[in-house]
């Protein structure tokens, strides 16, 4: 099995939330729930957190495909929360914005109709990043 | 926008077909009903099912990355048919176990335990067609 | 508000079985589970039955229609066992093939290609019934 | 196969957003990423918004009908946006409320009390349309 | 079969609305939009909201862990109203904040981290009723 | 905190198969396909697993609701496995039928319709297992 690490960023949160109202907004709120949960101090959603987090290090796949690969999951369950973070992960690891357009096209056609208002909104932030 | 272009397979269907029973199974249930819908003639069907094979095509991404985020979707979507599929033709594209098995990490952590049995089916047909 | 009443069948179940393997055994295995939970005499699954019963009448909408609606919704939450039901009863209610094809339409394109393998199993059913 | 044309339409979306402040702030939001959207010119996309567009035309089913099925679909898939969609879209096809309704309780019935909170919004809208 | 009856609640929604910010504007909202409906006097609607509303009744089991059933189940299918809901109903019948957590990892670890985003909003609202 | 351990088992799983063909099946079809995950040796699935394991300890909650919480998550996301696996452990650990059907209404009425086809299916399990 591959050794796993963290990946390297292209850009920091800070920049990223300078860049667009929408992430600024969306990492903000994240923030302050995500300090709400951490007082609390559950066990068991530390280490889910932990989970979470070792799923998209560098591995056998790189983490910008990893993100990517999250970003369709979150687009096919429909989770504008997630699409937001995964949009931003993405953008952070350099990925182009026709990379991201043809994840969330594979979603699209995965997901149906029923994806295009999270598609729209994932839209409006890819051009706030992306300019 | 990048041209898009049919992919390069290392195998072919009838490859697959003979290193793994359930492959072979899935393969000509699959061939079997797709005759049946294509027959009916329906110019909606058809014009989804040519919508669909272009998502996959060569692109901005590579082939073997979208099929690995088809795969993704189709495991927290929890959908064996889609599962089968899109293992085999990660197969066919040369992508490594350890490369599908991240993928399946992916849409076990965002999808959660019930995509479990879903991942040991997965695994089953991984177990046949990497030996 | 509408008076509701019992639709008017064009074949009964029995009909319907002679037509077709695959609705003869999903109407078997159906009637002898249905069986099973009736002996248990739970109050509430017997409320919940009657509301589901009372859901497809004749009222403001055709019953022909409240059926492809049922097949509509079966069909974008995919599951098998529904989609059945509901192309059963359609067809008793004299629903023709296109009209059950282009509701399928709608549930495929709402629902995206997730939906195909379920697609592919009610065109069979299609398939036999119309022969 | 039966020749597919556009459909009537007995309401101007402008007309629907002077009766409805609903409507009017859902339909501005949508205008406005959806050209958001059509400025970035994805292909894929555009082919999908085609394919929907005319998942919808008069055909073996009348126009109406298709909507209350998307209706159906979207309530059950639990989308605001899209529940938004096809009741304004069904009003504009001179749908009543009691069959909007009758459609509604399908979704209800079939996707469960977690259907709730998305139908009482739309028995909101409905009030604003129907007056 | 067990009888049924009410359960005796330790706080009052007016109590619960005095205490939480968050409780008390969703208190409203759904008072508002519940009123709506009942205007309606659709009768499949009334019969579901009286059904369900005895599924939750003292019986075989206790109704405070029929409400954390309920909250399970709302925060796997990921429908924020539901979840505040039965978190506030939990709290009115004298449910423990650890016993909620408990009952939200469960919700976590079938969902997946998709439902990340509902139970950090979950966990405003129980620091918002614990205190 | 409260200190988790494991719960105490009225039945063993030796016992359970000996009871029902269901359950005999179901369990020997898992266990083979775990030994099948298990020889993969893949790190995140062995740490989810063990998550998932102590996420139904006994707790704050005794073990016997959390299992019919995670019977409840189950139903309503349908999954025939998890559904069998939890109606099994609940068995296991004591709970009476009309606790296991009370809670199968929770799913029921939360989940609706799209339901039933998997709640049939339980309550064959539920008459092999209780008799």
Known sequence: MPEHREPTYVYSEK???EKSAIARHFL?????????????DNLLVKRFYN???????EGALPAKYKE?????????????????????????LGVSRAEQEEALNIALV?????VI???????ELLSELYG
Chains 1, 2, 3, 4, 5, 6 share one sequence.
Not at 29 to 40: C, D, F, G, M, Q
Not at 117 to 123: C, K, L
């Open 15 to 17: 920049q990223v939330a």
């Open 28 to 40: 903000a709120v994240r923030t302050r729930l995500n300090e709400n949960v951490e007082r609390t």
């Open 51 to 57: 989970l979470d987090h070792n799923t998209y290090l």
């Open 68 to 92: 990517l690969m999250g970003l369709v999951a979150s687009t096919c369950l429909r989770c504008d929360d997630c699409i937001n973070y995964h949009v931003i992960q993405c953008f952070r």
């Open 110 to 114: 995965v997901g149906g109709s029923i």
């Open 117 to 123: 208002p999270h598609m729209r909104r994932a839209y």
